[in-house]
């Protein structure tokens, strides 16, 4: 009995593994996953960390500084008592202080400084939605090519169950001399051509499977697999509707690319402010407080209470800086920041011209890919019907096993194009939806 219930014990944990490790990924899971576990995903989001905490810390200089001292000192050997004589003293002096000191003018250069970072930052959680948006798109890209090779797969393993029943045919043709034995070998070998490509079309499904797998960064990949969602729902045309330039205002406000760019030039305008707040002079308030004690072995000395009522001293002032000449620094560094202010400013042109020319090549390869999978049903339809005919004849012995074979694979061409077709349509599709904003999963 004892091992009865072990047994069903093993085999239940052995299918729970096996029902584990043969899990199927939606393409949903697939970007969660790498979002969530990607390197570059989580450098990018310590950058964003970083820049957090600098914001934080330009925020901070707006606050008064306060500092505290303290010292303590003994004294040996000689030493003038109050009329001037040397005497022979030891002594002790314990001194402590307080001071705090608060910028109130230096060319708004702290509050411009603090608006600059917070554009830094807003920046670095825009290249971090960047770095989020280039992933999510690799992966559907793979996502999809491993789609299309399952079905070029399919596609090969039917050519091999056509070949592997013509040889049967064959076989029990030749069976009762009614062809060749030429022609039976001719089959055969045609079997194996078609075996040969079922097998290399396996290996591209299964490289296709590894590279996903990398992009999440599986360490197993031999158990990995993917879903296989209705193409009809995948296969929305309504991006299709819409212009190029319709798209492509849509996408100006919600690219993480063309977002990130504008916030640096917003960085360089408040950093082209700082550069010339130094021209400008600055005023601080400060004020410090100190006290002291004092113990010489020759005298006297007052208590320490006493001293601390007398010793006291408290200052407070305003300090007033007039910049002269620094050596050109601030004139230098005010052309420096124009400078990478104009950069930045080409640099978001940049990002808006790639942008527009990326959605007027997927509009373009969208609308081409829509024709041509459209065509493709009716040259599928007299493929079909030329290759009915052709191996009507063949079985009759009115054709060469030649054309029968150039006709099969006629219709395998046409097919895969046609596949290639569904698949660059769905990519392209794919990425219109995701410049308009909406979701990439399927």
Known sequence: MKKTVISLLSTALLAAFSLQAQKVWTLKECIDYALANNIAI?????????????????QFRRLPYVSASA?????????QDNTGVYVNSNSQSTSAGLSTGITLFNGFQINNSVKAQQYSTLASLENL???????????ASAYL??????????????QVDLSKEQLRQYEIRYAHDKIPEGQLYEIKAKLAQDELSATQQKQTLELSLLELSQLLELEDWKDFNISEPDSQIMVSKEALQLPAESIYDQAQSNRAAIKSAQYEVMTSEKMLEVSRGARYP???LGASYSNSYYDHSNYANPSFKDQLSTNGRSNIGLSLSIPIFNRLNTTNNIKRSNINLETARLQLENTKKILYKEIQQAWFNANTAEEKYRASFETIRATQEAFRFTEEKFNSG????????EARMQLLRTRSEQLQAKYNLMFSLKILDFYRGNSIHL
Do not use: C, M, P, W
């Not at 010292?71 to 030493?79: E, K, L, V, W, Y």
């Not at 009115?398 to 074979?405: A, L, V």
């Open 282 to 284: 600055s005023l601080s």
């Open 145 to 158: 090519q491993i789609l299309y090779n399952k079905e070029l797969y399919q596609l090969a393993l039917e």
């Open 71 to 79: 010292s303590h000192n003994i004294g040996f050997g000689q030493t």
């Open 129 to 139: 939605n960047k770095a989020k948006e280039d992933l999510s798109l690799n992966i």
């Open 398 to 405: 009115r054709s060469t096993i030649y054309e029968y074979n």
């Open 42 to 58: 989580k450098t990018a989001g310590l950058n964003a960390e970083v820049q957090e905490i600098e914001k934080k810390n330009t």
